[in-house]
């Protein structure tokens, strides 16, 4: 890890006092913000824009530059891991994300030293953006969740059921297990590198871990995320890391928690505040979980959910962001608001 200076992001993971709380928000770097559309077409594709070590690095600290967020999170995209596995990923425009499906044969790029060739761009733009910060703020590394990863992989998008990698789970356990596996590993390599690049904070997304039963979200969820956080504090003792089951139950984020012991728990929006800060609050520092719609409607409402929400989290350490990413249709201002009014709070 580049510098020895740590923010108030990752001050506050490692539990020391802080008199204000930390803010960043998922998908801060985004379309909601006129110079990324800009960088965007100026790129010619998200693709080549997350592969651009300069522009991406442009486009992460836009946001920081512009609301003075406590951390910047690197532009990327969780689908860069299947990418190093091997795995052909396009982006299209209206439709997102589509990557060529994973059939039972495991056919995946193993090499270690081949993964992280192919994603030298990312940590790239991580050593740039960290130049910049000179410790002052944190920069957040990511990964998507193996679980996550291994249903976009067999579905080859998004899915509202993640069909396919249920169905190959139920039909050959074995093989499937060895399918998160393989991901878990180039995701603990890929987490690594980016902390070795400047990252002081690493968050794993398992954006899909709702609507699964308790025996798949222990070993497709909870068992993988536990190797990974516990191999990449192995190597790197001195990462931060922040675990997001997005949709988990209030049973699943508990045995999540109890699990990986991820230094910070980030919740969504579904999940209650008060029963959060209870029982959930005391082994973790909590990240969340302020919905992103009243982040986009501003005014009012916007100002009577974060005083609610820093209330209820009065007693609890807490980092504020959002229970999901920023939704592009957010006005600036709001986004504006939301930080000084945080700020004042505090």
Same mark, same amino acid.
């Given at each position: ?19 204000? =709380? $930390? ?16 960088? =965007? ?13 300069? &522009? ?9 530059? =512009? ?20 795995? @052909? ?22 090499? &270690? ?123 790197? $003792? ?9 949709? &988990? ?42 919905? @992103? ?34 939704? @592009? ?18």
């Amino acid at each position: 890890m580049r510098g020895s200076v740590r923010g108030k992001l990752s001050r506050v993971l490692s539990g020391e006092p802080e008199v204000s =709380r $930390p803010i960043w928000l998922m998908r801060q770097a985004g379309r909601y913000l006129p110079e990324y559309r800009a960088a =965007r077409t100026r790129a010619g594709s998200f693709w080549n824009l997350c592969m651009n070590p300069e &522009a991406a690095a442009e486009v992460t600290l836009q946001p920081v530059r =512009r609301f003075d967020f406590d951390a910047a999170i690197v532009f990327s995209d969780i689908l860069l891991v299947p990418y190093a596995l091997g795995k @052909p990923v396009t982006f299209e425009e209206g439709v997102g994300p589509r990557v060529v499906t994973t059939s039972s044969s495991l056919e995946l790029c193993s090499d &270690a030293a081949s993964w992280l060739e192919r994603l030298a761009p990312v940590y790239a733009a991580v050593e740039r953006v960290a130049g910049v910060l000179a410790g002052e703020k944190d920069l957040i590394g990511f990964a998507g969740g193996a679980w996550t990863l291994a249903a976009y992989m067999t579905e080859g998008h998004g899915s509202a059921d993640q069909a396919a990698a249920k169905r190959w789970y139920y039909r050959d356990r074995e093989s499937f297990c060895g399918l998160l596996g393989v991901i878990a590993d180039c995701v603990v390599a890929h987490l690594c590198a980016q902390i070795d690049a400047g990252a002081t904070v690493v968050q794993l997304f398992d954006s899909w871990s709702a609507g699964l039963n308790e025996t798949l979200f222990q070993e497709c969820v909870i068992m993988p995320s536990r190797y990974i956080v516990e191999e990449v504090r192995r190597r790197r $003792p001195q990462a931060r890391f922040i675990g997001f089951p997005r949709g &988990a139950t209030e049973h699943g984020y508990r045995e999540y928690l109890s699990s990986t012991r991820v230094d910070g728990l980030s919740i969504d929006t579904a999940v209650s505040v008060p029963w959060a800060a209870e029982n959930l609050g005391g082994d973790a520092v909590l990240q969340g979980n302020l919905d @992103p719609f009243v982040l986009a409607e501003g005014g009012a409402a916007l100002r009577n959910a974060v005083d609610h929400l820093l209330g209820e989290m009065r007693a609890t350490r807490h980092v504020v962001n959002l229970g999901h990413g920023i939704l @592009p249709e957010t006005p600036v201002e709001n986004v504006a608001d939301l930080v000084r009014h945080v700020r004042n709070a505090s």
